[in-house]
């Protein structure tokens, strides 16, 4: 499944670079996935918002609805 999460979360990183930010995967444990918002996405005040709205439904729709998604600075 960790391969599943990282494929698709290099297809969400080139929507973060478009708006000038990305991401660093920290850790994924099982379904539990730890991210670094880096770049423009790093300060923004809607961080958590494209953690959980954006990233985590990405994957539970498209991966396996048990992941976690979770912001680590």
Known sequence: MEE???AKLE????MLQA???DL???EIEDT???LRLTGACGG???ATITIKQGIERILKEQVD???TVERVE
Do not use: F, Y
């Not at 297809?11 to 080139?14: D, F, W």
């Open 32 to 34: 539990n996935v730890k």
């Open 4 to 6: 599943k999460i990282r």
């Open 24 to 26: 660093e995967v920290a």
């Open 11 to 14: 297809e969400v990183r080139s």
């Open 65 to 67: 609805d048990a992941i």
């Open 44 to 46: 923004c005040p809607h």
């Open 19 to 21: 708006d000038g930010g």
